[in-house]
Nanobody, 121 residues
Framework: QVRLVESGGGLVQAGGSLGLSCVASGSIFSINTMAWYRQAPGKQRELVAGITSDGSTKYADSVKGRFTISRDNAKNTVYLQMNSLKPEDTAVYYC???????????????WGKGTLVTVSS
């Protein structure tokens, strides 16, 4: 069983910065891709940033140059540093990880419960 727990969400003024973290725990053999998604009210969930086990990254066009995703494999943790925040960044941010579980053949696509980020004007 694997759990993902996000932290770091909160209220921040436009132009400010906020850092999110997500820790994976449980019977983990290894973690492949880790990613951050977000879902704003009335909108579809979208990929914000992703990072492979080798450190290759991908970002949504809307956050390029402002957000940085990173990971610490030893701690099974992924981070999202968000700078120059805009009101349109307001959303629930979800951690996602493709986890290889000990004793299982297939990987498991795991999700955290989300952390709310609110950016005020």
């Amino acid at each position: 069983q694997v759990r993902l727990v996000e932290s770091g969400g909160g209220l921040v003024q436009a132009g400010g910065s906020l850092g999110l973290s997500c820790v994976a725990s449980g019977s983990i053999f290894s973690i492949n891709t880790m990613a951050w998604y977000r879902q704003a009210p009335g909108k579809q969930r979208e990929l914000v940033a992703g990072i492979t086990s080798d450190g290759s990254t991908k970002y949504a066009d809307s956050v390029k140059g402002r957000f940085t995703i990173s990971r610490d494999n030893a701690k099974n943790t992924v981070y999202l540093q968000m700078n120059s925040l805009k009101p349109e960044d307001t959303a629930v941010y979800y951690c996602n990880a493709d986890v290889e579980v000990v004793g299982r053949i297939y990987g498991v696509d795991c999700w955290g419960k989300g952390t709310l980020v609110t950016v005020s004007s």
